[in-house]
């Protein structure tokens, strides 16, 4: 059993199972991707933006990005489908986060790794004078 959630749609009350919405915008999901996809799947539109789209077809276009994100609509096949990274915003077409903020993530961590390592050291360094330390401390 599913439980009571409020649709992110309109707000209706729905039992909240496979989708994610209720049923009545399940619907209205379905149709806003049959409208993006019969504008798209024809040969001049193959290389539409997003922003071409919510301009011909009138789909909003987080609807159109949440369609590109569930991969409905592949940017294998559709090379200008784009949505936004979730940290910079900046369009990418695949994975969750831009090249961009991948790459400064992982340098980052190797940072993180590095200061790790620079303050094991002192401690290292801190133990071997620790006795004249203290004793000149008292
Ligand atoms: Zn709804
Ligand atoms: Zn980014």
Do not use: W
């Not at 049923?23 to 993006?36: G, N």
């Not at 539109?45 to 592949?74: C, M, S, W, Y």
């Not at 077409?93 to 991948?102: A, L, V």
């Amino acid at each position: 059993m599913g439980d009571l959630a409020n649709c992110p749609r309109c707000n209706a009350l729905f039992m909240k199972g496979a989708a994610t919405v209720c049923p009545a915008c399940v619907k209205k999901e379905e149709a806003d991707f049959q409208t993006v996809y019969a504008f798209i799947r024809k040969k001049v539109n193959r290389t539409a933006t997003v922003d071409d789209i919510v301009r011909e077809t009138g789909v909003p276009e987080k609807q159109i990005r949440k369609f590109v994100k569930q991969k409905r609509l592949h940017p294998a096949h559709f090379p200008n489908l784009t949505y936004g990274c979730e940290k910079c915003g900046r369009s990418i077409r695949e994975g969750r986060i831009c090249e961009g903020c991948n790459q400064s993530i992982q340098t980052g961590l190797q940072r993180e790794e590095r200061n790790k390592e620079f303050s094991e050291r002192i401690k290292e360094t801190k133990k071997d004078y620790g006795r004249t330390y203290y004793s000149l401390d008292n």
